[in-house]
């Protein structure tokens, strides 16, 4: 055989030796981030955990803890400069409202999902002093870790203390309201993550130190495509100027669903950047948006390289970005 045969023959077994050199790389998985806010509501607990099971997501509940006082506790809070027994979202109707609810934050645990932190009383805490965010998130925390005895309620879980102490790592403040002395405290008081800021299309999380910053993004929405934040609070005053309807015609729930498809639809297609989507356990507008949620979890959360996750299985699951200063650009909206 002449060598410049030879010599084509070895490059082709080469080429076709390690068939493994060309395999594509994996494809990046899609994240999908869903929260909700205050998580009071005891058949939105249940309805929220059904979900979960139909689709394989984990969610991120962050609790407001007035929603662990009754009557006879709610004066055992009280938020930086007001007076004891004062929350702008009220408290818990009844010890065995109380109760249901205990039990229902150890299930959804049980089942994946994370707890976070939403404060306690929902005040605005824009212009609140690190102290001040110090004194909530100690409200917060011992109002958690003593809800049975606080409250008289028998059937403590085994760990229940530990987990109230040791497992709430991320926090969303109220009103979207944000400020360096809450990041300090934040960081002071071991969070590990903040989902208060607001970006102006899914983006990747930043950073401030060893706190990993969360934005809920703008999306295109409506006949015009005009911005408005993922949750469903900003949709209500969008649609209907935080006026009630029953959304009848169900415009409000297709609107919202096609909101929620698109932004997925540009983020799946393209640089699988993270979708967060924020809830609270209120249902808006005749419900409206937690059924455009469910249609829209049920239609995503199944499909290839495609997971509905809480913020903590995001970060234990996502690889190390490098770090930067200040977490990117990010805008502050309430909500």
């Known amino acids: 055989m002449p060598a410049s045969v030879r010599v084509c023959a070895a490059f082709l077994a080469l080429g076709t030796a390690s068939p493994a050199l060309a395999r594509p790389p994996e494809p990046k998985t899609q994240f999908v981030i869903i929260s909700f806010d205050g998580a009071h509501d005891l058949a939105q607990w249940q309805r929220s955990r059904a979900l979960a099971i139909k689709t394989g997501a984990t969610f991120t509940y962050f609790l407001s803890c007035v929603f662990l006082l009754s009557p006879e506790t709610k004066a055992t809070y009280k938020a930086p400069g007001k007076g004891a027994g004062r929350s702008n979202v009220g408290f818990a109707a009844s010890k065995g409202e109380v109760a249901g609810r205990l039990g229902a934050i150890w299930d959804a645990r049980a089942q994946g999902h994370e707890i976070g932190s939403h404060g306690c009383g929902h005040f605005d805490g824009g212009k609140w002093s690190a102290g001040d965010w110090n004194s909530e998130f100690d409200s917060f925390t011992g109002t958690l870790r003593d809800a049975y005895a606080l409250n008289g309620i028998d059937g403590e879980p085994a760990g229940w203390k530990d987990f109230a102490t040791a497992e709430i790592t991320g926090f969303r403040a109220p009103y979207l309201s944000t400020s360096d002395a809450l990041r300090s405290a934040l960081a002071a008081a071991g969070f590990t993550y903040d ?70 639809d540009r983020e799946y297609r393209g640089g699988r950047v993270p979708l967060q989507l924020g809830f609270h356990f209120t249902l808006m507008n005749g419900g409206a948006y937690w059924r455009a949620l469910e249609r829209f979890a049920e239609e995503v959360c199944g499909k290839a390289n495609v997971a509905c996750v809480s913020y903590r299985d995001y970060l234990k699951r996502r690889p190390a970005p490098a770090k930067d200063a200040d977490g990117g650009t990010a805008i502050q909206a309430g909500g």
């Open 195 to 264: 989902a208060s800021d607001v970006s102006r299309g899914p983006a990747e999380p930043g950073f401030m130190g060893r706190l990993t910053r969360f934005a809920l993004p703008q999306i295109a929405e409506g006949p015009t495509g005009r911005p408005v934040i993922a949750m469903d609070y900003n949709l209500f005053v969008r649609h209907s100027g935080v006026f009630e309807r029953e959304d009848a015609d169900g415009a409000f729930e297709k609107r919202t669903l096609e909101a929620f498809q698109d932004a997925f």
